[in-house]
């Protein structure tokens, strides 16, 4: 078992009463348990699957920190009985638990909040409801915060996961589930909310329990804000087995809000499901009974000239390396889902590029045309290659220089919106490594793909060169057609425009139209001090003008954030920090949904809470160096500028 080393700084109320040394040792990087489990179902994943794996579930990594707390942190003390509520600036934080004191080997287990989602309810845009990956009761899960008065205050709600009915794993009264996550929320027109989550096993290895299944449910918040959801959740799809496959994986909701459309109030999900044969397809199902019942399911990533490159043994030209869904509704009622595929043709042995897809249903989700490209993209650089052989096999956001702190795993995916004064203009946003910022002509080369599939290039380091850019593809047409379908990446317009976004990295975006036809754009962002350089990020919002070609940025985080730490290797720095971020926009007022990392993470101080010894808090260093910090979901009411 690989071993590091986690200094101790011990707090000064408690420094005269300690004799131990100010250094331990302590398991880091993947636990036994991880170790087992990997072993076992994750295993089996193809290289590509485990690309698009999501990342709650990948994630079973064993972790460390801790130094000194002469203050008293806000996001541990509370300062009333509703929590620990926090804000910085006009930054307010969402989530209102209390920071737990987590064993330094568990670091983020029963702490972090990461992958948000955040919706308005149509008719009464005050209320609102957040969401994210929650860590509270160990393993992560699905939580709700709601609000009343525009996002100023916030209360949270417990989702009712730990079981539903078990009738479809082995005919069962209860089938009792490990963790959730990956959520998403919507409103209908009738003042409900609905919350759909992804609820799974964590298998053999890491848990004695050789269940390996999988489901996606949907909860109703029927008329009261947020505040509770029906119980037992009412099942999407459910896979029962001990082999890990079939897994179903990464559910988005959305909810046709348009009164006058004949679909009014039917609930779309689509995830994809991981198939043994190394497959991942998009399906979709619907429910015309406010949550109850959900359709048969209907294949979205069908079959497409664009996807000569199946899985062997599969149809001809199977769209079967499909992931990172997301289904959208235009104001006539048409159904939209896009999503990442790799199954495009490739120029030669440097070509790394990978495309992103959209399907179209006109009967309200029973059926689909076949995918058109929305545009080819570049996915983030293979992370291990160039941060010092940390978290090998997946991809991440490199800052430039010697720094190697930002490790967490990321991956390019889309995101789009129709435009509510037009329903024939379709925007779908998506990042890519290369673009017309970054590209050949400034020393970003793609230089191929590393035997876990990952994307390499030339000049990822180097200031000036690669970044990250939020590239724009426009349909005209009602989705038929996009202007990436025959420009290349280099050559479509970015949301990010700002001066000193041309040279640094922009990442896990989320679009939505504003009412009166401007598009909105959230982002984590590298612009700000020396964020590019150190592996800092911030938050920023970009609005369109009605060309959506032009826009203009503002800086939404009131100050920088490091980068993440909990759930981190070797050295201390997060592998994982989630797969994606939420955004809300009703009116000309956006409410964007972002991990915050600005407060520290605590540990129980080494040698207390012995006989004699009161328990004492500490917070930590990693063993780079850094201080640890906490995962938070912050969020902010702002102008689209």
Partial sequence: MQKRMLRILISVAVLTILLLGTTMYLRAGTGAGTAKAKSAGYAQLTKLQKRFLSGVVSSELDQQASPNTSSRPRNYFPTSDDGCPQSRGGNIKVNQNCLNLTDSDLQGRGQANNETAIAQDPLHPNHIVATSNDYIRGDSNCVADFSKDGGQSWAESEIPTGFTRGTNFGNVARQYWQAAGDPSLAWDTR?????????????????????????????????????????????????????????????????????????????????????????????????????????????????????????????????????????????????????????????????????????KSTDGGVTFGAPVLVGNYFDLPDCSTFQGGQDAGVSCVPEKGRSMTSVFRAANYPSAAVNPRNSNQVVVTFASYINRDSNEANGCVPAGLTSSLTPLYAGVKKAGACNNKILVSVSSDGGASFTGGTIDPRGLPVVNQAAGQAITDQWWQWAAFTSSGRLAVSYYDRQYSQDEFNGDMDFSLSGSDFSVRNFNTVRVTSASMPSPTQFPDAQGNSTFFGDYTGLSVIGNVAHPLWMDTRSPDLFLCPGTSVPGVPPALCTGTEPNGRTANDQDIFSQAVTVP
């Fill in 191 to 359: 003042g409900n909310a609905y919350y759909a989550c992804l609820v799974f096993q964590r298998g053999p290895g890491v848990t004695n329990n050789p269940d390996f299944s999988s489901a996606i449910y949907v909860f109703r918040s029927t008329g009261n804000f947020g505040a509770s959801w029906n119980f037992p959740g009412r099942p999407v799809i459910e896979s029962f087995n001990t082999t890990f496959f079939p897994f179903e994986d990464k559910p988005y909701m959305t909810i046709d809000d348009n009164a006058a459309s004949p679909f009014r109030d039917r609930i779309y999900v689509t995830y994809n499901e991981d198939l043994a044969d190394g497959s991942a397809r998009i399906f979709e199902s619907f429910s015309d009974d406010y949550g109850q019942t959900f359709s048969k399911r209907a294949l979205v990533s069908s079959t497409s000239p664009l996807c000569p490159n199946v899985v062997p043994g599969d149809p001809k030209n199977s769209c079967d390396l499909s992931s990172f869904s997301q289904p959208f509704v235009g104001p006539d009622g048409a159904l939209y889902v896009t999503f990442d595929n790799s199954n495009n043709a490739e120029s030669g042995p440097n070509d790394n590029h990978f495309q992103v897809l959209l399907a």
